[in-house]
């Protein structure tokens, strides 16, 4: 077990009492549940709470920040609980920043038909039309793009010389530099400076119960831990990427997309006919080579060959990185 295992397996068994401050009465005797016990983070339900230890050396200053906007008056994010007694959103015990959350339902895997995918197109313009807090850092999107690649060169049997790994770096070598987190983002020609998820995807929204008038029928977005300023594009990018591949079909996308428009999503055009994919093209790209470079180091880890869906990840780079070729 790595130093980072052994430490996400260590907050995992003090993070119940840590957190303790962060539980509602009714919570405290609750038995707790392991959603998630990563080195990015460890993640605990206590019956209708969920408390999170985040990644060692978060700046918890930014984490704070993106805490406060979270418990601010707009609706797409989850409100974190507060401790108690002070109203603070965050604890620290023994070196470890805590967080607190109402549970929510999470999207279904096993019923991809009744994914959410209009209202996430809907929270993800709405954020993005929310006026960010003074000195929020910026979204930790291309950051992750980066740390994948990292994760890729430093996992025995996944980079090396494998086909797979260089169809990876062959793809990433066709991002600008600000899009693999190499350099600072440029601002975008739509909404600078906009309020952006930086990681957006369906496992990042909980249903609550919805009450009246809810226009998201009780869905919110969850985790703030890459929130920030920037390229609001960025948050589409995960399913344009999907799109792309082949992952998801036709209808979905239209459906995500239609919401985001409905909704008035600054990211992208707004004309009749206006293509997205003029905006939407190098996150996308971005997101591709993320998502394979990952799955790739979970195979290695796994001791398996890369599945299905890994696989055509791996394609899609391969894809990018000839015609990246094409054109030098």
Do not use: N
């Not at 539980?23 to 990563?38: F, G, H, I, K």
């Amino acid at each position: 077990m790595d130093d980072a295992l052994r430490t996400s397996s260590r907050q995992a068994g003090l993070l119940p009492e840590a957190g303790r401050a962060l539980l509602p009465s009714a919570d405290r005797d609750a038995l707790p549940v392991v959603l998630a016990d990563r080195p990015d983070g460890t993640v605990l339900r206590l019956g209708g709470t969920v408390l999170k230890a985040h990644a060692p050396g978060t700046d918890r200053k930014a984490l704070e920040l993106r805490l406060q906007t979270a418990a601010g008056p707009q609706p797409e994010l989850l409100a974190p609980h507060r401790v108690e007694g002070t109203g603070r959103l965050l604890l620290e015990v023994d070196g470890m920043l805590i967080t607190g959350w109402p549970a929510g339902e999470p999207v279904d895997p096993r019923a991809p038909e009744r994914a959410p995918w209009e209202q996430a197109g809907a929270l993800a313009a709405r954020l993005h039309a929310t006026p960010a807090l003074p000195g929020l850092p910026p979204m930790g999107g291309p950051a992750k793009v980066a740390a994948a690649l990292r994760r890729l060169s430093g996992v025995p049997g996944a980079a090396g010389t494998t086909e797979e790994a260089a169809h990876v770096r062959a793809a990433a070598a066709t991002l600008p530099p600000w899009a693999r987190g190499a350099a600072p983002a440029p601002l975008p020609e739509r909404g600078p400076g906009r309020l952006v998820h930086g990681d957006l995807h369906l496992g990042q929204l909980v249903r609550l119960p919805a009450t009246a008038g809810d226009r998201y029928a009780g869905w919110r977005l969850i985790d703030v831990d890459d929130l920030g300023t920037g390229d609001p594009a960025w948050d589409l990018a995960r399913p344009a990427a999907w799109y792309a591949a082949g992952l998801l079909p036709l209808e979905t996308w239209q459906a995500f997309l239609g919401g985001y428009r409905a909704a008035g999503g600054c990211a992208l055009p707004q004309e009749a006919g206006a293509d997205p994919w003029t905006v939407l093209e190098v996150p996308a790209r971005a997101l591709v080579v993320q998502l394979a470079a990952l799955g790739l180091v979970r195979a290695a880890r796994e001791g398996r060959p890369p599945d299905e869906v890994e696989q055509t990840m791996v394609a899609a780079c391969a894809r990018i990185g000839a015609a990246g070729q094409g054109g030098r």
